[in-house]
Every structure is written in C-alpha cells, then in structure tokens.
C-alpha cells in the first residue's frame, strides 16, 4: 500500500511539469507575438523585359499570447513594413524597410491590401524572392515567405 501512495505522490507531483519539456518552435518567445501574416500575393505589374515589378498583397495583422488572449489588439498602419531580399548576380540584396503613411487602425485578424514594389528585387519567370513582412510594436516578429515566380502574367497567384 505504501508503495502505491509514493507513485501516486510521485506521478501527482511530476504531472506539474508536464508541459514544461514541450517543443518550443511554435510558442511565443514573450508574453506573447504579434506579426504580420502573408494570405495571398498576385503579380501586379511586370517590367518591359517580362520581370515581376510589384505584387498586389494581401496579408493579416496577427498576435498570441500563452495565456490566451490576444498580446496586441490592433495597432496602426504605419508600425507595418515590408520589404524583399533577393540573390543579384550572387550577392543577397535587400530593399529598404517600407513603412506605410497613413495611421489607421488594423484590429486583430483583419486583412488588408496593398501593392508592394519589388524594387532592385524585381524578378523572372523561375527566379526565387524572399517577401519579409513585420510590425514594430512590443514583441513584434518578422515573418518570411520565399516566393517562387512562377508567372510573369498580370492576376498570376504568387503564393
């Protein structure tokens, strides 16, 4: 009997740390994240020698938090950027962090739309890019998403 007692204690005291040993990859680093989340990218204009210029974006402000409410609620426009790396001649380019200008509020989970140029990133049919979106507010992240080309055609799906 006095066996069973101590494994019962020992399995009651140790279930406490249950969850402490989990995968960490997908939880937040804080308190909680906040970042932005790409939905959809569409080939918006393309260059005279057939290069994507710019890509109508359609992307999703996002936060977590452990205890399970949202970290940030909303926040404005202009904490969002984004910008493109890519590989020219062997070399990685990024462009310059763009901001947006205006202040609206963006809630939790809303979408929003805009066209983002490609700059010196500006790609061909088969090349890679690297789409980089983030939101500086408190435990705010950057997000990635490698973009293959597939099409040149304006309307063609990038993601």
């Known amino acids: 009997m006095e066996t069973k007692a101590i494994v019962l204690m020992l ?11 989990e995968d960490d990859e997908n939880t937040p680093d804080g308190p909680g994240d906040a970042w932005i989340g790409l939905s959809a990218a569409y080939v918006e ?12 974006i ?4 996002q936060s977590t938090m452990t205890d399970g409410g ?7 426009m202009n904490s969002i950027f ?3 790396t890519c590989n020219v001649e062997g070399e990685t380019v990024s462009t310059d962090k763009l901001y947006f200008a205006n202040d609206a509020e ?14 010196e990133c500006a790609a061909a049919q088969d090349e890679m890019v690297r789409f980089m979106t983030g939101v500086d507010v408190e435990f705010g992240k950057e997000k990635s998403r ?14």
């Open 70 to 76: 949202p970290l940030v609620n909303s926040t404005t």
């Open 106 to 119: 963006v809630e939790q989970n809303e979408y929003f739309e805009f066209i983002a140029e490609l700059s």
């Open 58 to 61: 359609t992307a999703r402000f």
């Open 146 to 159: 490698l973009i293959q080309i597939s099409s040149t055609e304006k309307g063609a799906s990038l993601t």
């Open 82 to 84: 984004y910008y493109w």
């Open 45 to 56: 204009n393309t260059s005279d020698d057939g290069d994507v210029t710019s890509a109508l």
């Open 11 to 21: 399995v009651m005291v140790l279930s406490a740390f249950a969850g402490c040993l």
